[in-house]
């Protein structure tokens, strides 16, 4: 007896997926302070988290900013220290507005007994 055997494959292409993170712990509580920038291009989950120890009287705002040419900003989202009195994490998030850059900004300085601790910007596809 003979046996014959045959197979067809297949393949596709799956796009891999993009992640990129930015890990900056020189954010102060002074007003336009910034993180470096992250490029972002091809991702469309943005998620910027702040780590914050110490207490908060008057609340810090941070806000999440997108450029499409690293020099013009517009802001994605905003978060607000107040949100961590006692210390903590908060986190925002912008995933309709899809910018080639971004970076964190301290838009209010408010008066605290801390510092932030870490600021994590993330990014996938």
Not at 42 to 71: E, Y
């Amino acid at each position: 007896p003979s046996f014959t055997l045959s197979y067809t494959a297949t393949s596709r292409a799956v796009p891999a997926q993009i992640y990129r993170r930015l890990v900056d712990r020189n954010l102060t509580n002074t007003a336009n302070s910034i993180t470096n920038t992250l490029e972002v291009a091809g991702c469309n989950n943005i998620n910027l988290t702040v780590v914050f120890n110490g207490t908060s009287v008057i609340s810090p705002s941070i806000r999440l900013q997108g450029s499409d040419d690293g020099v013009n900003w517009y802001t994605l989202s905003t978060i607000n220290v107040a949100l961590l009195a006692a210390g903590g994490t908060s986190q925002a998030a912008a995933a309709e507005i899809l910018p080639k850059y971004v970076r964190a900004i301290v838009a209010t300085a408010g008066t605290i007994s801390g510092t932030f601790t870490v600021t994590t910007i993330t990014a996938s596809s």
